[in-house]
């Protein structure tokens, strides 16, 4: 199959997938085999799709699994057959009325990743990533990771009975590490970054390349379309329609790029219509080279040196897909913007305490992103915003544990509690 969509005896097409696509020089590649990388110039390849060949309406869609499959006409996998699944998908998009009270905002809504399996949304890139892989024939997957994704292409990858190797810094959090090791992955620690990490991994696959594909953020084209069903789901939820903002934390931001695609996607299906929400990138003071591009005008980043923070998700010093990023921030009007640590961990404890959620770090950092953004007025006090917490909070006790905990009451000698007032 090159340009020919999939087909399923007597019915519709299962996938409509139809070529892949250098978003840079525009050539069109064989989707019926594993790519890479665009070998003109190197760019992320895109899945493309013959959304006319999509018959479904959002009322067939509504009467399937709440699963990211109900979408299957415009994800790559080619029959039920190639699907590895965990149950994923579906995640609460969850009112915060008294957060929104507090920020001062008309509407603010959570899509809420940590209840997916792993604990984050990696687990849709994951769950489609090693799907397509699975079916394309891959032997084996390779893959630096600062954490999250590594424990979620664990668990796919043994799902689906293929060996993964994962490099992942030493500073990661430590329940990632057990989530890879309890999965069967072959699990290296890097005293570095994960661009280090990335270098390691790249070193293996060169060595066996037969064993080994680089499964790198951006270095192969499925990941990114597990990750636009949050686009596709937020739009379901709201009644197929859009927010006015979406904010999301950025890191190698495949999860931006793939909710910008999405709407793209669901605007030529005819499923929604209307101006698309307003794009914000957050990242952290600590490592912000999206941040830095922006505010430069710039077309690319340039590596971050010394990047460090407690959200560890989003230490990306430079991201393959950093183009593809500020081109859907500026094309739809968004913005970039970081945080410090500081300000985030106290969102954190705000947000717990408003509404009983508790945020990884970069969850924290978009709320903390919004409440910036109303305070200049670049988000209205009418507008309704959605943010992405994209992991749970226990997955970052070591981060999170001694900075949030505030006055922790103490058993006194008369077996009083020094109960505080509120």
Known sequence: MSDDVATTAGGPPWSTLSHLECPRCGDRLDASVHQGLCPRDGSPLLARYDLGAVVVTPDDVARRAPDLWRYHEVLPVQSPAGVVTLGEGMTPLLDLPRLAEDLD?????????????TGSFKARGAAVGVSRAAELGVRGLAMPTNGNAGAAWAAYAARAGIPLLVAMPVGAPTITRAECVAAGAQLHLVDGLISDAGKLVAAAV??????????????????????????????????????????????????LIGIWKALHELLELGWI?????????????????????????????????????????????????????????????????????????????????????????????????????RGSGWIGADEEVVVLNTGAGIIYPDAVSVDVGGEVPVVAKDGRLDVRTP
Do not use: H, N
């Open 105 to 117: 905002v008309g509407r603010l809504l959570v899509k809420d990743e940590g209840l997916l399996p």
């Open 206 to 255: 060169a060595d066996d390349p037969e064993r080994w594909t680089d499964v790198a953020t951006l270095k192969e084209p499925y990941r990114i379309e597990g990750k636009k069903t949050m686009g596709f789901e937020i739009a379901e939820q709201l009644g197929w329609r859009m927010p006015d903002v979406i904010a999301y934390p950025t890191g190698g931001g495949v999860g």
């Open 273 to 373: 219509s209307g101006p698309m929400p307003r794009l914000v990138a957050v990242q952290s003071t600590g490592c912000a080279p999206i941040v830095r591009a922006f505010e430069a005008g710039a077309d690319v980043s340039e590596p971050w040196v010394g990047a460090s923070t407690v959200a560890f998700g989003i230490t990306v010093p430079k991201a393959l897909g950093d183009f593809l990023v500020l081109q859907a921030v500026r094309e739809t009007g968004g913005t970039a913007l970081a945080v410090d640590d500081a300000e985030l961990l106290e969102e954190l404890r705000v947000v717990g305490a408003r509404e009983g959620l508790f945020l990884c770090p970069e969850g924290a950092a978009v709320v903390s992103a919004v409440r910036r953004l």
